[in-house]
């Protein structure tokens, strides 16, 4: 489904959609409220409901809400154009997005980076390697020296167009510089949508879109675009590429498992995943079954792991257990990845620089400086990296979909779409 061929000027790519936490299930209606009664421990005092999570940005920045119904979606263009939030059961719903109140209430901007949250950013790719965006040329590429280009971390992306109840239209100019002394200029287009259940029928297909359409079934879905138009020099291999790469920071729990399908075998005395960002994963944290790899995202490990074009599937996900809910993330592949270019995301001395993941999930926990960035796990998808002439586009298309409802309806969902039962996930990861 939406496959295309990969190419170097105009690359439309990555199509995803996501379902993550409810906090409180209601079976009879299919929906979720925050139950503050029921809060108890610093984790669930840290879970807002969406209309607690709206009040609060709004004392800090104006936010823009897309709105249909009890569908809600946040964005705040002041803070490079971040979706912070959304909810599929109005003010009283669970607030999706992990939304960082610690750093927003100080005030301090961090050059290193300004984690506000947010359940979909965009960034430029590569982090790491020859031709990163994060370290200054000569530098080490470790934690003391990295910071993000402040043309992704700081500035507002202005709002265009007319406002609609139901969109929102952004832009920026961004300039960078990566650590071979390459220098960016791109015209960055950023707009926003909420999907219709028409959307989710031609998007999602017949078994999935069956089963949101039943009426136990909630979600809120929304759709942004990323157009990079080059407005600076030709881009080379021989100086660097760029992908655009989305991240999702999702508020995470003891029983949130990372399920990410692969296609393939792997190769002799090899593996299918990457995991050693970080250095290694424990075993009981990482584990793969024939056809996927499953991943601890409880926020108390700092770990990353990543699936690179010869096993990567368009599809991925997560599993909450503790507030049964689960995330899809599905994006466009090209006909055949293993012949385009994705950059390594690696940080120091790399074998290839075009060689790197497809999709990626990450769990935060201690760094090495001994500080968290926060209660969150990521699941991120990338472009293929593009050699743009002057004037030439890169577009990034991502479908967000968040779903609660009975657990039945959850597990049917999850098996349909990653392809591994809900038991099984239990059983491998939680026993």
């Not at 669970?94 to 979909?120: C, K, L, M, Q, W």
């Not at 071979?180 to 989710?200: E, P």
């Not at 990450?362 to 990338?382: A, T, V």
């Amino acid at each position: 489904m939406f496959a295309r061929g990969c190419v170097s000027a105009y690359a439309v790519v990555s199509l995803c959609f996501l379902a993550v936490q409810a906090m409180f299930l209601s079976a009879a209606r299919g929906g979720e409220r925050v139950a503050p009664s029921a809060q108890s421990g610093e984790r669930e005092r840290s879970v807002m409901s969406y209309g607690e999570a709206k009040a609060f940005i709004e004392r800090y920045t104006r936010p823009v809400e897309l709105a249909r119904g009890e569908a809600r979606v946040l964005l705040a263009p002041a803070w490079q154009g971040r979706v912070m939030t959304s909810t599929c059961a109005g003010d009283a719903g669970r607030s999706f997005g992990f939304v960082h109140r610690e750093f927003i209430a100080a005030g301090t901007p961090d050059p290193r980076f300004n984690n506000y949250g947010g359940e979909e950013r965009m960034w430029l790719s590569p982090e790491g390697g020859p031709f990163s965006l994060w370290f200054k040329p000569g530098a080490a590429q470790t934690l003391e020296n990295w910071y993000t280009a402040p043309a992704l971390n700081e500035g507002e992306w202005k709002v265009v167009g007319v406002a609609e109840p139901t969109r929102c239209a952004m832009q920026a100019r961004l300039e960078l510089q990566n650590t071979a002394g390459t220098k960016f200029a791109f015209d960055l287009n950023r707009t926003v949508r909420l999907l219709s259940a028409d959307d989710g029928r031609r998007l999602l297909g017949g078994p999935i879109a069956e089963l949101l359409g039943r009426p136990a079934a909630r979600w809120v879905g929304y759709e942004s675009e990323n157009e990079l138009t080059n407005r600076g020099a030709a881009l080379s291999k021989q100086g660097g590429l760029v992908s655009i790469w989305m991240l999702g920071m999702l508020n995470s729990g003891p029983q949130t498992v990372v399920v990410v399908p692969y296609r393939g075998q792997a190769p002799a005395g090899g593996s299918v995943v990457k995991s050693d960002y970080f250095g290694a994963v424990p075993p009981e944290r990482l584990k793969t079954l024939p056809g996927a790899v499953l991943f601890r995202a409880d926020g108390q490990f700092r770990s990353k792991i990543g699936i690179g074009p010869a096993h990567a599937k368009n599809i991925l996900g997560a599993i909450d257990f503790a507030a049964p809910s689960v995330t899809l993330v599905h994006f466009d592949l090209p006909d055949d990845p293993t012949r385009c270019d994705y950059l390594n995301n690696s940080w120091g001395p790399q074998d290839d620089p075009f060689r790197g993941d497809v999709v990626n999930s990450y769990n935060d926990g201690p760094n090495d400086l001994g500080r968290r960035l926060g209660d969150f796990y990521e699941i991120e998808s990338l472009s293929p990296g593009a050699a743009l002439a002057p004037g030439e586009k890169l577009v990034h298309r991502q479908r967000t979909i968040h779903v609660t409802g009975p657990r039945e309806l959850l597990e049917e969902l999850a098996e349909r779409a990653l392809g591994v039962s809900w038991s099984a996930v239990r059983r491998e990861m939680l026993p």
